[in-house]
């Protein structure tokens, strides 16, 4: 899993202290410093450990359900050229992450860091959730080997949230709320790390995005980086070419680093980000990169939604997973060093593009993947017939149809 790098790759990073340029580093209480180092030494060993990737790669294939398929998606190309100039109109393909075991990407992180817990002798497991995604996946690998599992949540999101609550009980996992500041995601993460520091002896720390202090970012990266590394030899297999633009949505940034990063030193391929952008960027949106500035939270230095004196601003996004007021540091460096471009998407071109993949394609997508949608419908047009967007439908919209239902003002 050692990432192969040449002297000018933008897989360089992050340096031996996490910084991705001036972003990421491990800005934590000293009482927090030796968990971090020894995670960070026992991820390395783990990295150079054939068994270790042995055993993720089996789960990966017969627990999560991997590879994904990667899919042309011919209903919603041809949808989209009825609508564009001549000779406009790029196909369009989707990495189907959506398939995997509990309905997103979230599993994939979760089982290459509950494998590293038991790798250092760890005996129970902490997570922070916001809409409860990252909390279910935890939970679910938490069943699966047999280790408890307690799952920090803000109590505006246990109230609005509540079937993912109930299926984080279902799965055996104790979910605390908290009630600190807003009871939202920042909070519950927040907690989660006191509560780490309290419990270090025994107790291992499944960060559910690419932020957080070193060596998170970076470990998380790697785990879904199966995403882009299996999309990228799929491309090969099939077409014997790579795409000319990838899309992926973010919250913190961890599906769309992992299709990014294997794609980095592939000078021909465009990257697009997409951030939330709520009710627009002039009012409440998640759009750090587009509306914030860099700060530190959650131990790492990165764009971060704030008000003039440094407070952290409250997010929002109609879709749960990609309202976080900051982002992945590595994402805040790429956008600086211009490797990747970052826009962003408004819940009601969300809702409008969730409905266009329901009936091009017959497939209900999350609300977090249908921010990408939009922006591939909007770049499409634009481009040329031959050429190819490869998007990556994180996550599927079971979860999502209560919150699409009223927003379409149907009851059900
Ligand atoms: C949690 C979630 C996201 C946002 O998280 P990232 O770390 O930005 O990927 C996006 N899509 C789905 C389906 C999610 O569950």
């Known amino acids: ?63 999560v359900g991997r590879p994904s398929p990667l899919y042309y998606a011919e209903g919603l190309t041809e949808a989209l050229r009825m ?19 509990t309905g997103a990407h979230k599993i994939n992180n979760c089982v290459g860091q509950i494998l590293l817990a038991m790798r250092m002798g760890k005996t129970r497991i902490i997570a922070e959730t916001g809409a409860g995604q990252h ?27 509540q079937p993912n609550v109930f299926r984080m009980k279902l799965l055996g996992a104790e979910v605390v709320p908290v009630t600190s500041g807003a009871a939202t995601l920042k909070d519950a993460m927040n ?20 932020a957080g202090p070193h060596p998170y970012p970076e470990l998380v990266r790697d785990f879904q980086s199966v ?21 992926a949505a973010i919250g913190g940034g961890s599906n769309a680093i992992g299709l990014f990063h294997p794609f980095l030193d592939d000078k021909d391929v465009d990257m697009l980000g997409i951030e939330a952008a ?22 790492n230095k990165t764009y971060l939604l704030q008000d003039d004196d440094g407070q952290i601003a409250e997010a929002h996004s109609i879709s749960a997973g990609l309202d976080y007021p900051g982002i992945g ?14 826009d962003s998407v408004t819940d009601k071109e969300a809702l409008d593009a969730f409905q266009l993949l329901c009936r091009t394609e017959g497939i209900i997508p999350a609300l977090e993947p249908s921010h990408a949608i939009a922006a591939v419908a909007r770049e499409a047009v634009k481009m040329d017939k031959d050429k190819i967007i490869l998007a990556n439908l994180c996550g599927r919209g079971d979860k999502d149809i209560f919150t699409v239902a009223e927003a379409l003002g149907t009851k059900i």
């Open 227 to 247: 995403i882009g590394k299996e999309a990228r030899a799929q491309m090969l297999s099939r077409i014997n070419r790579l795409p000319d633009l990838l899309v």
């Open 83 to 101: 609508d564009a100039p001549t000779g406009k109109g790029a196909q369009i393909w989707f990495k189907r992450d959506e398939l995997n075991h």
């Open 329 to 342: 540091p590595e994402h805040s460096w790429l956008k600086e060093s211009g490797r990747v471009r970052y």
């Open 191 to 210: 907690e989660a790390l006191r509560h780490w520091v309290a419990h270090v002896h025994d107790t291992f720390y499944i960060i559910g995005t690419a």
């Open 278 to 299: 709520g009710h627009g960027l002039d009012k409440q949106h998640a759009a750090s990169l587009a509306g914030g500035k860099p700060g530190i939270l959650h131990g």
């Open 1 to 63: 899993m050692v990432t192969e790098t040449t002297p000018n790759s933008f897989k360089n990073q992050p340096d031996e202290r996490g910084h991705f340029g001036q972003f990421g580093g491990r800005y934590v209480a000293e009482t927090l410093m030796p968990l971090i180092l020894d995670l960070e030494r026992e991820y390395r060993a783990a990295q150079s450990d054939p068994a270790f990737a042995a055993q993720f790669d089996d789960l990966l294939a017969n627990y």
């Open 135 to 161: 909390g279910v996946a935890t939970a679910t690998v938490c069943a699966r080997f047999g280790l408890p599992c307690t799952i920090f949540m803000g109590a505006t999101d246990v109230s609005r949230q």
